[in-house]
């Protein structure tokens, strides 16, 4: 008996087999993809990587089909560069037996201040207005998008996906009322608004034959209350609502499509779209599985499908076809084949964080990883086994030092961690305290699990001197010793009972009461806040800065959820407000206009960030080691920064 038999079975999507139910979603790169969408070196490993790591069927991020109406550069631009790439890459994903899709999108529209079926106001710049497309644009772009799937299929892949009706780019805007408001065959009913789904069906059955597998990427729920505004609980909706989601669904596989890849969210509403960890796991699945009801075509269901228990029992229950999982799959590679394998302890949890992947991939260009530093480096940087064997001391098993461990035993050297509490995790197990960060939380078993199935020797308990370090005769030492909260001496009250470091809060060190004052409005003071504040409590958020989470640091989609949160709950923001005293009534605060107020408060806790523990660097120069300092002992920052240091380091030794 197979371990997840329902995820491990075959599919067929049109004509096309697929070896099993496990997909990776669409994702841009930066990396993968060249400006004009054809694939990179690095982007043909990275898919390759994935085909390895055993996923049925992978698909690409979005890429221009027409490239004439928007006069943007796109496949069609470059035939033959992409069939000779696409022929080879497919040659390699099918030697493990996956297929590829590729995405072609109708372009973004709205979202990048494109040509839209009306005129629109423009995403993030609502000042300026979009222009509408002629009727004869319209049938330009829907050829070109016929075109460019006979360019996919002479290419090698196995199918196309529609980009999209969702996250408000282009098509979704035809078929949201709230931006059609054309009054030609383009737009008014449904059927109309849909008109462009159906002809793009029936132009790529033109050029490439009926049975080259068309899927559409579609949202079963905006979660918009309107232009640039996403609606918390999904109560107030001027998008899509799932009623009319199931209607075109039902549409849609009238009109020959051969399957249907759900998810949510528009980017008005795009902590929907790219759901942080604090959606959910599986929030799109009842969706999905009514979408189901109406259609006999596969519908698999996406984003924040990465449990492969929920979405076995999914599939047996005959609620959904296949999963479509996204940053997992940049997570860990091998997620798919460790699935089909029966090993899920060993799968790399991807921790909803969306720092690596959509942050990097907006703020520097680049898809990275909190957890996986070899994203984009498939081929070289892939951990090697060292030509000598070293003796590695680690000082410390948070997350920094476990995956020096990991890695540097992957290297074949002889490892030994040393951590002075009684259990390995660091600030990995407070980071993983709130029900909403469970997958952080896994993420520690995983590098537990890891620690046992490698044979690191773990000493618990130990805390090293730099004496005993130098005796250890190691020949390299990673001191992984990591942060520890800032508690503000000079505050008055601070040893008072009623003062707790956000740790020994989330650790439940010390029992925190109904009204909590949370000083620091960073994202872990924040996430406390949600924490809490989901649990009915009375919470104050006091922060010195003028806004909270005010650092590029905190990817927007969590930022903006939060902020909801806090508005949809009614928790208090202090901004510009300094914590002056803790005592028995709570918290002694000046606000900005500098009159003083006391916060009523059971508990005030201090979430103001941490400070590295003292190094011991110095003391073993010259003892015969090479000394490396990695994650929050070097300088305070996050899993990201932590897994980065250690996976360097290690990965040369
Ligand atoms: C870096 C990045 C790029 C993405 N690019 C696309 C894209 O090109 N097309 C698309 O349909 N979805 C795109 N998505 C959305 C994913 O396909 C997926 O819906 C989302 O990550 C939520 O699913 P998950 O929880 O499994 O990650 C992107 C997501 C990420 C993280
Ligand atoms: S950066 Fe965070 S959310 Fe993105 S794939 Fe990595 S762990 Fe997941």
């Not at 490239?67 to 631009?77: E, K, P, R, S, T």
């Not at 997620?335 to 394998?341: N, Q, T, W």
Request: glycine content about 12%; charged content about 25%; overall charge negative.
């Amino acid at each position: 008996m197979k371990p997840y038999p329902n995820l491990s079975k075959l599919i067929r999507i049109g004509k096309v087999t697929i070896k099993n139910r496990m997909f990776m979603a669409p994702m841009d790169t930066g990396f993968g993809n060249n400006a004009w969408g054809g694939f990179t070196k690095e982007g043909v490993e990275y898919f390759v990587r994935r085909a390895e790591g055993g996923f049925g069927l992978l698909f690409s991020g979005g890429t221009n089909g027409d490239c004439v109406v928007d006069g943007c550069d796109g496949i069609l631009n470059h035939e033959a560069e992409f069939i000779q790439v696409g022929r080879a890459m497919n040659e390699r994903l099918n030697a493990y037996g996956c297929k590829m899709f590729i995405q072609l999108s109708m372009n973004v529209g709205r979202n990048g201040g494109l040509k839209t079926p009306s005129p629109l106001p423009t995403l993030g710049n609502p000042g300026v207005t979009t222009e509408a497309l002629t009727v004869e644009e319209i049938r330009t772009k829907v050829e070109e998008m016929g075109r460019a799937a006979k360019l996919v299929k002479d290419a090698g892949f196995a199918g196309v996906d529609i980009h999209a009706l969702h996250w408000g780019h282009l098509l979704d805007s035809f078929a949201l009322s709230l931006m059609n408001h054309r009054e030609d065959e383009y737009g008014g009913s449904l059927e109309n608004r849909l008109r462009v789904c159906r002809e793009i069906r029936e132009a790529i059955a033109k050029e490439c034959g009926p049975d080259f597998p068309v899927t559409m990427r579609i949202a079963l729920k905006s979660y918009m209350k309107g232009f640039n505004q996403a609606s918390f609980d999904g109560s107030e909706e001027a998008g899509r609502t799932l009623e009319e989601a199931i209607e075109i669904c039902k549409l849609l596989e009238s009109y020959g499509y051969d399957g249907l890849s759900t998810d949510a969210g528009t980017l008005d509403a795009f902590y929907y779209a790219m759901p942080p960890a604090y959606v959910p796991m599986g929030f799109t699945l009842d969706m999905a599985a009514q979408v189901k009801k109406a259609v006999s075509i596969p519908v698999l269901c996406g984003a924040r499908m990465a449990d492969p228990d929920m979405d076995e029992q999914a599939i047996a229950d005959g609620l959904i076809d296949a999963v479509v999982v996204g940053r997992q799959a940049i997570a860990d590679p091998d997620f798919a084949g460790k699935i089909v394998a029966g090993k899920p302890e060993e799968v790399r949890t991807c921790i909803g964080c969306n720092q690596g992947c959509i942050w990097g991939y907006f703020t520097t260009g680049y898809v990275g990883c909190a957890v996986n530093a070899e994203v984009g480096h498939e081929a070289d940087w892939r951990v090697t086994k060292a030509a000598e064997t070293k003796k590695v001391v680690i000082v410390g098993g948070g997350v920094a030092g476990m995956e020096a461990a990991r890695v540097a035993k992957l290297r074949g050297h002889d490892v030994t961690v040393y951590e002075k509490s009684d259990v390995l995790g660091g600030n990995l197990i407070p980071a993983g305290a709130h029900d909403f960060k469970a997958e952080v939380a896994r993420l520690n078993d995983y590098y537990r699990n890891e620690m046992k199935r490698l044979n690191v020797d773990v000493r618990l308990n130990a805390e090293m001197t730099a004496e005993a370090l130098c005796d250890s005769g190691a020949d390299a030492i990673i001191l992984a010793t990591g942060s520890v909260p800032v508690m503000p001496r000079s505050i008055k009250g601070i040893d008072h009972p009623k003062t707790v470091s956000g740790v020994d809060a989330l650790l439940e060190r010390k029992p925190v009461g109904q009204k909590v004052v949370i000083v620091g409005g960073g994202l872990v003071g924040c996430e406390i806040a949600f924490g809490y504040t989901k649990e009915g409590r009375e919470v104050t958020i006091v922060e010195a800065l003028d806004g909270i989470m005010n650092t590029n640091n905190v990817p927007g989609m969590n930022k903006s959820m939060l902020l909801d949160a806090f508005e949809h709950y009614g928790t208090k923001v202090l901004t510009s407000a300094h914590l002056m005293e803790v005592n028995d009534t709570g918290a002694v605060v000046m606000l900005s206009d500098g009159t003083q107020t006391t916060l009523d408060a059971d508990n005030v806790i201090m979430s103001i960030g941490y400070r590295p523990l003292p190094s011991m660097a110095d003391q073993l120069a010259g003892c015969g080691a090479r000394i490396y300092e990695i994650g929050d002992g070097r300088q305070v920052g996050n899993v990201l920064t932590c897994v980065r240091d250690a996976f360097e380091v290690a990965r040369n030794l």
